[in-house]
């Protein structure tokens, strides 16, 4: 299996990496330069803990109501920055590890807010690309950057499958 984390298959991952990064910078963007405000989500979603089978679990309409919705601002900042700094280090593959658990952080949060859409299949890429490891980064720029990093640490760099 250590065929998947090789080079020849690293090509299909940062493909994988880069459609993922456009899809959260189509996002972000739209929310950073235009008047993004995520008030009417989080009634939305509060609303959606109601009824026979809410779509929100109780738990977490109590989070979004008495965080969330007093701090509305802070998760308007939090939400579009994230959602544009995510897909440029997605489309980069600089800090690619932690964009990808930015970005299913987010994901995983829209999910509990009862909100479908492209949630799942986003969700599920970066949990893909975060099982393949280095792999994911391979062709990309934290490739040369913890390499680089390591050297000056007196480390050995890390080997990527041949």
Known sequence: MSWIKGPKMAVLWTLLRI??????IQAGWEKVTGEFDASGFLQGAIGKASGDHP?????YATFLENVAVPNVGL??????????LVGI???LGAATIPALIAGAFMNLNFLLAGTTSTNPILYTVAFILLGVGTASYYWGVDRFV???VRNRQGKESINFKQ
């Open 19 to 24: 459609w993922l990064g456009v899809q959260w």
């Open 55 to 59: 779509a929100v679990s109780g738990w």
């Open 75 to 84: 998760f308007n900042f939090l939400v579009a920055w994230g959602e544009l």
């Open 89 to 91: 280090g997605l489309i």
């Open 146 to 148: 913890i390499n680089y």
